[in-house]
C-alpha cells in the first residue's frame, strides 16, 4: 500500500509564502492526493485534489491563495499571502484500490 | 448545503461496543461513497473504513477489521460504524467523510470515543 510522507512542522511569516510538500512511496509515484486543513479544535477541511500532471480542483470557498503542484512523486501545498487563520495541520491522502492512507501531518506556524 | 454529523460517540469499557451514526444532508446520498476516519488524542489522522454507494463493497484497515463493521441505509441517509471488542487504542475521535472522485470532500464534526477501564 502506498505511504505519504511529510515533514512534521514548517513555519512562515505573515504575509509570506510557504509550500508545503508530500512524497508518495515507490511504485506510487503517479497517485492522486488530496490536501486537507485542520484548524485546531476543528475537524479537517477538504482543500483540493492533485493529480502527478499537477492538475488540480479545489473544494468549495477554498481561496485563491492556495494553488498545489507535483514533481515525480512529491506532491506540493503553496500557500501564499500567509493569514493567521492558514495556521494548523495540513495532511495529505492517497487511495489504492482497497485501502486509504493519510500522511502524519505537518504543522504550520505562522509567524 | 453539505452536510454531516456523527453521533453515538460516547464511553466504554475495554470489550465493549458502540454504533455510531452520521446523518447526511444537503446531497444524494445513495450516490456517493463514504469513509470513516478517526483521530487519536494529540495524533495525526488515520482512515477506518470505507463503503461503496449500496453499502455492498467495504474495506477496513488492519488494526479494525473482524472487529468494526461499516453499513449504511441509503433510504434514511445515514452511514454507520459498528464497533465491537473495543480496545484503549481505538480511543479518538471519529469522523465520516464524504468521497467524491476518491476524495475525502465534505467532513462531519466528528464523535468522541473514549475507551477506558
Known amino acids: 500500500q502506498p505511504v505519504l510522507t511529510q515533514s512534521s512542522s514548517a513555519s512562515a511569516s505573515l504575509g509570506s509564502s510557504v509550500k508545503l510538500t508530500c512524497t508518495l512511496s515507490?511504485?506510487?509515484?503517479?497517485?492522486?492526493i488530496a490536501w486537507h486543513q485542520q484548524q485546531p479544535g476543528k475537524a479537517p477541511r477538504y482543500l483540493m485534489r492533485?493529480?502527478?500532471?499537477?492538475?488540480?480542483n479545489k473544494g468549495s470557498g477554498v481561496p485563491d491563495r492556495f494553488s498545489g503542484s507535483s514533481s515525480g512523486a512529491d506532491r506540493y501545498l503553496t500557500i501564499s499571502d500567509l493569514q493567521s487563520e492558514d495556521e494548523g495541520d495540513y495532511y495529505c491522502?492517497?487511495?489504492?484500490?482497497?485501502?486509504?492512507?493519510f500522511g502524519g501531518g505537518t504543522k504550520l506556524t505562522v509567524l | 448545503e453539505v452536510q454531516l454529523l456523527e453521533s453515538g460517540g460516547g464511553f466504554v469499557q475495554p470489550g465493549g461496543s458502540l454504533r455510531l451514526s452520521c446523518a447526511a444532508s444537503?446531497?444524494?446520498?445513495?450516490?456517493?461513497?463514504m469513509t470513516w476516519v478517526r483521530q487519536a488524542p494529540g495524533k495525526g489522522l488515520e482512515w477506518v473504513s470505507s463503503?461503496?454507494?449500496?453499502?455492498?463493497?467495504?474495506y477496513y484497515a488492519d488494526s479494525v477489521r473482524g472487529r468494526f463493521t461499516i453499513s449504511r441505509d441509503n433510504s434514511k441517509g445515514t452511514l454507520f460504524l459498528q464497533m465491537n471488542s473495543l480496545r484503549a487504542e481505538d480511543t479518538a475521535i471519529y469522523f465520516c467523510?464524504?468521497?467524491?472522485?476518491?476524495?475525502?470532500?465534505?467532513w462531519g464534526p466528528g464523535t468522541l470515543v473514549t475507551v477506558s477501564s
Open positions: 515507490s511504485g506510487h509515484s503517479r497517485n492522486i
Open positions: 444537503g446531497f444524494t446520498f445513495s450516490s456517493y461513497a
Open positions: 491522502e492517497t487511495w489504492d484500490t482497497d485501502t486509504r492512507v
Open positions: 467523510a464524504q468521497l467524491l472522485n476518491s476524495a475525502s470532500v465534505t
Open positions: 492533485l493529480e502527478g500532471s499537477g492538475s488540480y
Open positions: 463503503t461503496d454507494s449500496s453499502g455492498v463493497i467495504t
